[in-house]
């Protein structure tokens, strides 16, 4: 049977497929894939299409630029908002008492800093989106609602290779991030859905692929 990688189409070698563990590695993109995962079950391969993307993502391209945009929104945005509304009136409270002190500012500080970053997630849940782009050499990942956000640029002739990336604290695949490696790491992701982060990990490696050949 032709084996051929999900990510970049070229065929793989028999020293690049190990059945017995069910692992196959593509010399070409390095990318490490489940051979049960690629093979359909009439003895087909089943093969990455960058232009069909899961729904929450888009995929764009002209002759010199292409565009990757993914949302992060879930029901997880909408649980977070509860939690909230009860530090904002907790701040209330604490702000309210009839005697302000250093412990009071500290502990005011400390609950505002968790509501923020808990309203920074919520927001991101229900309206966020993450797009890649690159146009030219200059690329480009952006985190945010609408045009406000994070944007951090890259040289997409450096790149040498699209990774899985976790969190350090992280052991199960879920909450793998991207990583863009080049003459930095850019790292993204975390709060795409599976279907999403695993779109968009293999489209930017097909496009590396594309650039390099």
Same mark, same amino acid.
């Given at each position: 049977?032709?084996?051929?990688?999900?990510?970049? /189409?070229?065929?793989?070698?028999?020293?690049?497929?190990?059945?017995?563990?069910?692992?196959?590695?593509?010399?070409?993109?390095?990318? =490490?894939?489940?051979?049960?995962?690629?093979?359909?079950?009439?003895?087909?391969?089943?093969?990455?299409?960058?232009?069909?993307?899961?729904?929450? &993502?888009?995929?764009?391209? *002209?002759?010199?630029?292409?565009?990757?945009?993914?949302?992060?929104?879930?029901?997880?945005?909408?649980?977070? &908002?509860?939690?909230?509304?009860?530090?904002?009136?907790?701040?209330?409270?604490?702000?309210?008492?009839? !005697?302000?002190?250093?412990? !009071?500012?500290?502990?005011?500080?400390?609950?505002?800093?968790?509501? +923020?970053?808990?309203?920074?997630?919520?927001?991101? #849940? @229900?309206? #966020?989106?993450?797009?890649?782009? /690159?146009?030219? &050499?200059?690329?480009?990942?952006?985190? #945010?609602?609408? *045009?406000?956000?994070?944007?951090?640029?890259?040289?997409?002739?450096?790149? *040498?290779?699209?990774?899985?990336?976790?969190?350090?604290?992280?052991?199960?695949?879920?909450?793998?991030?991207?990583? +863009?490696?080049?003459?930095? /790491?850019? *790292?993204?992701?975390?709060?795409?859905?599976?279907?999403?982060?695993?779109? =968009? @990990?293999?489209?930017?490696?097909?496009?590396?692929?594309?650039?390099?050949?």
């Amino acid at each position: 049977m032709k084996l051929v990688c999900p990510s970049c /189409r070229e065929s793989l070698g028999a020293a690049d497929i190990n059945v017995a563990a069910d692992v196959a590695l593509c010399p070409h993109c390095d990318e =490490v894939f489940a051979v049960s995962g690629v093979v359909a079950p009439g003895g087909g391969v089943v093969v990455f299409d960058i232009d069909d993307p899961p729904p929450g &993502v888009s995929y764009e391209q *002209t002759p010199v630029r292409w565009r990757l945009r993914a949302s992060t929104r879930s029901w997880a945005g909408l649980f977070l &908002v509860p939690f909230v509304c009860v530090f904002g009136l907790s701040i209330h409270d604490i702000f309210s008492s009839a !005697t302000i002190g250093l412990g !009071t500012i500290v502990m005011g500080a400390f609950v505002g800093l968790c509501t +923020l970053l808990f309203a920074l997630h919520a927001i991101m #849940g @229900l309206l #966020g989106q993450i797009v890649v782009s /690159r146009s030219g &050499v200059e690329g480009e990942v952006f985190m #945010g609602v609408g *045009t406000f956000g994070w944007k951090r640029r890259f040289d997409w002739a450096s790149v *040498t290779s699209v990774q899985d990336a976790s969190p350090t604290y992280l052991n199960s695949g879920k909450g793998f991030a991207i990583a +863009l490696v080049g003459q930095r /790491r850019i *790292t993204f992701g975390r709060m795409l859905n599976e279907d999403r982060r695993h779109y =968009v @990990l293999h489209a930017l490696r097909k496009l590396l692929h594309t650039r390099s050949s």
